[in-house]
């Protein structure tokens, strides 16, 4: 009997084998395609050979060749998917053990584009024929039965190569993927993945390995992954636990040009959102070599040559372009940062530390500190991306700052030292960095008591003025610092002086006016009291207006004329502006000069110059028109 059966299976396994051998499928593909098509509800074309067959390596095995799928009307191309060359091997004897065993997958030339139209329809939704079911569904299983196990499934190879994989969103945009060879290996204990390609329009290469596959649902699956991106070299290595819910990333390295970045993540996947905790940790990390290098053009568009700029444009600090915060939605986060240095121009960024927490767009990095301008800096920052437009702010405390560090840190030439305290307190909402600066609402201060100011800074305000008057005095170098004091009070985007005041050994500047960031203008004054020489009152106001990207100086002609016209007619002429810096034990002397107007004195209305200028008004008052006009000139230079 046992001869019988075993004559009786060799002669079926013979008649399959004739079978395959023999059964012309191409004569049927016709039909097939036609099948295909009911099923899909979309025209499905097989334009090559179909090939069946047996194989004691590969088990069945089905290749197909120049395969096309329809898109759905709405598309933005008439085809969804496109197949040069596809190839599968399926093995027969794992089938009675119910196990799925791929022996060999090979996909080659294909082009595919998923896309979702503004609608939210995506085209690999396929609404075909759907038939009722012939027989009535099958009941479920009794209480007390075993449920039957689903099929276990194993890859043994993957190969894919000269594809291409698109994604195209309800914005239009589309991510393009090129699979230059992707090659997986599922034989033996462990798998490895190799991939080389293309993301964005940029080089990718990962080289991958892992367990078992068929343990990669258990309760510990360990991994190892190198990729390079870009400039990006990325190193991992950890496992899936707890049929993959939650990734642990034991180790973890990123690295670009010179900087690297370290640390350890755990990632939970069971909720809405990934949620990762974990550390940041870098002992120099430098801005510009994360900085993404130009890609290719995408596919079917070439480049544009940027429309040339009118002369009436004019350069913009805040962007009007939409902020894209997409980004953190995507996760939530709780990191611990450490960051040793971060070089910004001349000068850096040093022993960054700060705790971030990400959730449901929230973005709080609070507290954080770090050191920079020769201090100790302390805040936090908070960008709320759930809401729409976003809300964001910033706290900033740094006290004892070195403001030539300050100068330096800017990229600007150090013209002043000594040290200030600085504090930040501002808050804003909007949907791009241009609304979030015209909608800023707080107060910005530095105050300073002590330090040098360059010979230019001060010359161009007081020196030209000295010299006219008084010549030899506006020789200035390194004058010293009494104090200042720089307060603006923030309302729906206009910067209001609330107290602008510098003293030194040689004058005293006083500010007023205001910095709109709504249209990126200024328009201030400064006025000046020299203490070298008495002028009476006709120090030149300077007029500081214009865009902020080039801004103008200019002397207040009309002022001047003003006070020298009530000397010539022996009239009274006007307080600069300028109070008198007073003093007092344990205070800044500006701030108190500020805060106690009644402490002040007035700036001097007479003197040698002013006794000058009526003796000269005495001789000739008919010739005032031409001395104004030359006081200008010798002032200003105009």
């Known amino acids: 009997m046992k001869k019988i059966l075993l004559a009786i299976a060799g002669l079926i396994v013979a008649g399959v084998v004739v079978l395959f051998a023999t059964f012309d ?6 039909q097939i395609a036609e099948a295909l098509s009911e099923q899909l509800g979309r025209t499905v074309k097989l334009d090559g050979p179909i090939k069946l067959g047996l194989s004691w390596s590969d088990g069945f095995r089905l290749g197909v060749s120049n395969v096309s799928i329809a898109n759905p009307p709405w598309a933005s191309r008439p085809v969804m998917a496109k197949i040069g060359e596809l190839y599968l091997g399926v093995g027969i004897q794992p089938l ?25 329809q995506t085209n690999w939704e396929f609404n075909g024929t759907k038939k009722e079911p012939s027989t009535p569904p099958v009941a479920p299983p009794a209480a007390g039965k075993a449920e039957t196990k689903p099929v276990a499934i194993h890859v043994s190879k993957v190969n894919v190569s000269d594809s291409r994989f698109a994604i195209k969103g309800k914005d239009g945009k589309t991510n393009v993927f090129k699979v230059d060879d992707l090659t997986f290996d599922g034989r033996g204990k462990g798998i490895k ?24 649902m258990g309760e510990k699956w360990p991994f190892k992954a190198d990729a390079v991106y870009m400039n990006y070299k990325i190193h991992a290595e950890g496992s899936l636990n707890n049929g993959a819910k939650n990734v642990v990333v034991d180790t973890y390295t990123l690295g670009a ?3 690297k970045i370290t640390g350890a993540l755990k990632i939970a996947l069971g909720g809405q959102r990934p949620a990762i905790t974990g550390t940041v940790n870098s002992d120099k990390l430098n801005p510009s070599d994360f900085k993404q290098p130009e890609t290719a053009a995408p596919e079917g568009k070439s480049e544009a040559s940027p429309s040339p700029k009118s002369q009436s444009a004019r350069e913009m600090l805040f962007s009007n372009e939409p902020l894209n915060l997409d980004g953190l939605k995507a996760a939530d986060a709780k990191l611990d940062v450490a960051i040793g240095e971060v070089p910004i121009g001349p000068s850096s960024l040093k022993k960054i530390q700060a705790k971030v927490n990400l959730e449901n767009g929230r973005l709080l990095v609070s ?35 070195d403001m030539s560090k300050l100068a330096e840190l800017g990229g600007l030439e150090s013209f002043i030292t000594g040290k200030a305290d600085m504090t930040l307190d501002i808050e804003s909402v909007g949907n791009s960095m241009h609304a979030i600066a015209s909608n800023a ?5 530095l105050i300073a008591a002590g330090g040098t100011l360059s010979q230019k800074i001060l010359g161009d305000v007081a020196g030209s003025l000295l010299n006219a008057f008084a010549p030899g005095t506006g020789q200035l170098v390194k004058p010293a610092l009494n104090c200042m004091v720089a307060r603006f009070k923030i309302v729906n985007g ?26 990126e203008t200024m328009d201030m004054v400064l006025r000046t009291r020299t203490k070298a020489v008495n002028v009476g009152g006709l120090e030149p106001p300077l007029r500081v207006s214009g865009p902020l990207t080039k801004l103008s100086y200019v002397p207040d002609i009309a002022g001047t004329a003003k006070s020298v016209v009530g000397l010539l007619t022996n009239g009274a002429v006007g307080d600069a502006g300028v109070p008198e810096v007073v003093s007092q034990a344990g205070q800044n002397a500006c701030v108190y000069t500020i805060e ?19 003796k000269a008004g005495e001789k000739a008052k008919d010739m005032g028109n031409q001395l104004i006009q030359g006081i200008g000139k010798g002032l200003f230079g105009n």
């Open 25 to 30: 499928a191409n004569s049927y593909r016709p």
């Open 96 to 120: 009675l053990s119910r196990k799925l065993e791929v022996s060999s997958f090979k996909l080659a030339d294909a082009d595919v584009q998923l896309e979702t139209n503004a609608g939210g």
């Open 367 to 401: 507290p954080y500190s770090l050191n920079f301008a020769g201090t100790e800096a302390k805040g936090q920052k908070m960008v709320d991306a759930s809401v729409s437009p976003v809300k964001v702010s910033a706290i900033l405390n740094a006290p004892q700052l």
């Open 596 to 614: 106690h107007p009644q402490a002040s004195k007035p700036a001097g209305k007479t003197g040698a110059v002013q006794d000058a200028v009526k």
């Open 257 to 259: 040009g010179d900087s």
């Open 494 to 519: 206009m910067m209001q002086t609330d107290g602008l005041l510098l003293d030194t050994a040689q004058a005293t500047i006083a500010g007023t006016g205001s910095i709109n960031l709504r249209d």
């Open 441 to 445: 609402n707080g107060h910005i201060s």
């Open 193 to 216: 993945l190799t991939f080389k390609g293309e993301a964005a329009g940029a080089p990718v290469t990962l080289d991958a390995s892992g367990g078992e596959l068929e343990k990669m």
